[in-house]
């Protein structure tokens, strides 16, 4: 079966699910379905039961939801389609990288499996989307880059911008404003004292950008 057979419902818990273990090893729990979706834990206690029902999820009473075997498959198809129709939206029809997030959301679902892959072959088979996020290939394979939350690097450290999360559009414009985007190297330097905030360099550029947490939370980086 396709994932294209399953109800858009279904499609968004999946794709859901993966999306709060892609980059982090905590236990996804409904509660965190909830706030990640927007609907009551007691809908997405209902849609959990009748997944595991369906062998796309386990789940023990009070306990983590896991994806099955299955249910993987069927969410990296999902996250296939989001990131090959951001780089289309991006790279062909000139979106801004803070335009395509929802715009991917609603287009994903209307997708064919053959339509999938002829926007893969006509994109030049991409590996990471505009946001840095690495695309699953046609199999399921999926390269996550080597990378940590900007949060956790020391000062004096030197660091390339691997990915950035998607979805705060004015978090996107503020750091394209100022240069930081994926592939570009940042100097982090001392940040004021008892603050939240990291101040960083684009080496490439002039001048110092002051992050806060939000900003840094949502920026992965991997070490020079």
Same mark, same amino acid.
């Given at each position: 079966?396709?994932?294209?057979? @399953?109800?858009?419902?279904?499609?968004? *818990?999946? &794709?859901?699910?993966?999306?709060?273990?892609?980059?982090?090893?905590?236990?996804?729990?409904?509660?965190?379905?909830?706030?990640?979706?927007?609907? &009551?834990?007691?809908?997405?206690?209902?849609?959990?039961?009748?997944?595991?029902?369906?062998?796309?999820?386990?789940?023990?009473? *009070?306990?983590?939801?896991?994806?099955?075997?299955?249910?993987? &498959? *069927?969410?990296?198809?999902?996250?296939?389609?989001?990131? @090959? @129709?951001?780089?289309f939206l991006v790279q062909t029809l000139a979106y801004n990288w803070?335009?395509?997030?929802?715009?991917? #959301?609603?287009?994903?679902?209307?997708?064919?499996?053959?339509?999938?892959?002829?926007?893969?072959?006509?994109?030049?088979?991409?590996?990471?989307?505009?946001?840095?996020?690495?695309?699953?290939?046609?199999?399921?394979?999926?390269?996550?880059?080597?990378?940590?939350?900007?949060?956790?690097?020391?000062?004096?450290?030197?660091?390339?911008?691997?990915?950035?999360?998607?979805?705060?559009?004015?978090?996107?414009? *503020?750091?394209?404003?100022?240069?930081?985007?994926?592939?570009?190297?940042?100097?982090?330097? #001392?940040?004021?004292?008892?603050?939240?905030?990291?101040?960083?360099?684009?080496?490439?550029?002039?001048?110092?950008?002051?992050?806060?947490?939000?900003?840094?939370?949502?920026?992965?980086?991997?070490r020079g």
């Amino acid at each position: 079966m396709s994932v294209s057979d @399953l109800s858009i419902s279904t499609q968004n *818990y999946l &794709k859901v699910i993966w999306g709060l273990s892609e980059w982090s090893d905590d236990p996804v729990t409904a509660t965190d379905i909830a706030q990640k979706s927007g609907l &009551k834990v007691s809908s997405v206690s209902d849609a959990v039961r009748k997944l595991t029902a369906q062998g796309l999820v386990s789940h023990a009473r *009070y306990g983590a939801v896991e994806l099955t075997e299955v249910g993987r &498959k *069927y969410a990296l198809d999902m996250v296939r389609r989001h990131r @090959l @129709l951001e780089t289309f939206l991006v790279q062909t029809l000139a979106y801004n990288w803070d335009q395509v997030h929802d715009e991917a #959301e609603n287009l994903e679902h209307a997708m064919s499996d053959f339509m999938v892959e002829r926007l893969d072959a006509f994109l030049g088979h991409p590996d990471r989307d505009p946001h840095g996020d690495p695309i699953p290939s046609a199999d399921g394979v999926l390269t996550r880059p080597d990378a940590v939350l900007l949060s956790t690097v020391e000062p004096g450290v030197r660091v390339t911008v691997e990915r950035i999360n998607d979805e705060d559009p004015a978090l996107l414009q *503020y750091l394209s404003a100022q240069g930081v985007v994926p592939g570009v190297d940042l100097v982090i330097t #001392e940040a004021a004292p008892f603050s939240d905030a990291v101040l960083l360099q684009v080496a490439d550029g002039t001048g110092t950008i002051s992050l806060g947490r939000q900003a840094t939370e949502a920026l992965h980086v991997s070490r020079g």
